[in-house]
């Protein structure tokens, strides 16, 4: 239990930033659902498109904090991957 007002400060401000660091996680998991559902219909252009505007969220997701740098970049090597697949035509 916080004693201090130095620490009742603190338990607040954690408080407030777990808030708006879950609206973030929340933000980007909505982002990456899309790309992953674009993906599985098959469509290329809209995956693509999906993928375009999810990378400046997961970049967004590292410099305030919430993602890991190493995370997010193999999360978007992997969709990257996926969607580059999607788009070339099908090797007979």
């Not at 777990?18 to 899309?34: C, E, G, M, P």
């Not at 992997?78 to 969607?83: G, K, P, Q």
């Amino acid at each position: 239990m916080a004693n201090s007002p130095q620490s009742k400060k603190r338990a607040r401000q954690a408080e407030a930033r777990a808030a708006v660091n879950k609206a973030r996680r929340s933000r980007i998991r909505t982002f990456l659902r899309k790309v992953e559902e674009a993906i599985a219909t098959g469509d290329a252009s809209v995956a693509a498109a999906a993928l375009k505007t999810a990378q400046p969220e997961l970049a967004r997701g590292v410099t305030k904090g919430v993602l890991h740098k190493n995370t997010v970049a193999r999360k978007m090597s992997r969709l990257a991957h996926r969607v580059k697949v999607l788009s070339q035509p099908a090797a007979a």
